[in-house]
């Protein structure tokens, strides 16, 4: 069972424009949502993480927003650059669980 | 600080032959983990240690695969014998109780 569904499944976005990928989960007991960036032949990488006290959450270029509600969150790269063009995973966990529960992923490709 | 250390990076076998991967994970880490990423997909857990025990190993397919981790440091991840299905990149990822999972850098094995 896919708890965790990703979309879109590639994504292709100019050089400056904004990058969004979206993710719902269906388990009300997730209470951590990570965003993971994996380049080829590397293991992911955490990007930025949120949990759902907040609606948003800011790093440098990279944004999650969280529909607790909707049980949907999203990752928003401004300014998107080459250097971002990788696989990007969202994943859910609960508290005390520690297992991550992944997204299909997202192939990024910024071109110029 | 160093790494998740995994070896061989890359592993050819034929099928019904044993294979066997290594990981070293960041020290004082004492949670461990691996994951199986099939082409295209999220990775999916197949056992977490908790220093030599291993906490959760639902979804480890215990027919062929196995694992250990001595010492509660090291581990290595079995499979006997190999099937054509098991071609995926072997994760492998550790962390301090309830925080972030780091990630290797995988093995990636090819069964012919």
């Known amino acids: 069972q896919q708890q965790v569904k990703q979309s879109p499944q590639s994504l292709i976005v100019q050089k400056g424009g904004i990058s969004i990928i979206n993710c719902a989960y269906e388990?009300?007991?997730?209470?951590?949502f990570p965003w993971y960036q994996q380049f080829p032949g590397k293991g992911p990488a955490l990007l930025i993480a949120?949990?759902?006290?907040?609606s948003e959450k800011k790093e440098g270029r990279f944004t999650i927003s969280f529909n607790k509600s909707a049980k949907q969150f999203s990752l928003h790269i401004m300014d998107s650059q080459p250097g971002d063009s990788a696989t990007y995973f969202c994943?859910?966990?609960?508290?005390?669980?520690?297992?991550?529960?992944f997204g299909t992923g997202t192939r990024l490709t910024i071109i110029p | 600080e160093a790494g998740v250390v995994q070896s061989p990076r890359y592993k050819i076998i034929e099928k019904k032959q044993p294979v066997a991967f290594w990981c070293n994970p960041i020290?004082?880490?004492?949670?461990l983990y691996w994951y199986r990423q099939n082409l295209g997909q999220g990775p999916e857990l197949l056992i977490r240690y908790e220093n030599e025990e291993a906490v959760d190993d639902s979804q480890l397919p215990k027919d062929r695969f196995s694992a250990e981790r001595l010492k509660g440091v090291d581990s290595t991840l079995k499979i006997q014998p190999a099937e054509l299905g098991d071609s995926a990149v072997y994760l492998c990822?550790?962390?301090?109780?309830?925080?972030?999972?780091?990630f290797g850098p995988g093995t990636r094995l090819l069964v012919l």
């Open positions: 949120i949990r759902p006290d907040v």
């Open positions: 020290s004082g880490h004492n949670t």
């Open positions: 990822a550790s962390s301090r109780s309830g925080e972030t999972q780091y």
């Open positions: 388990n009300t007991a997730f209470d951590y």
């Open positions: 994943a859910a966990d609960s508290f005390g669980n520690e297992k991550l529960t």
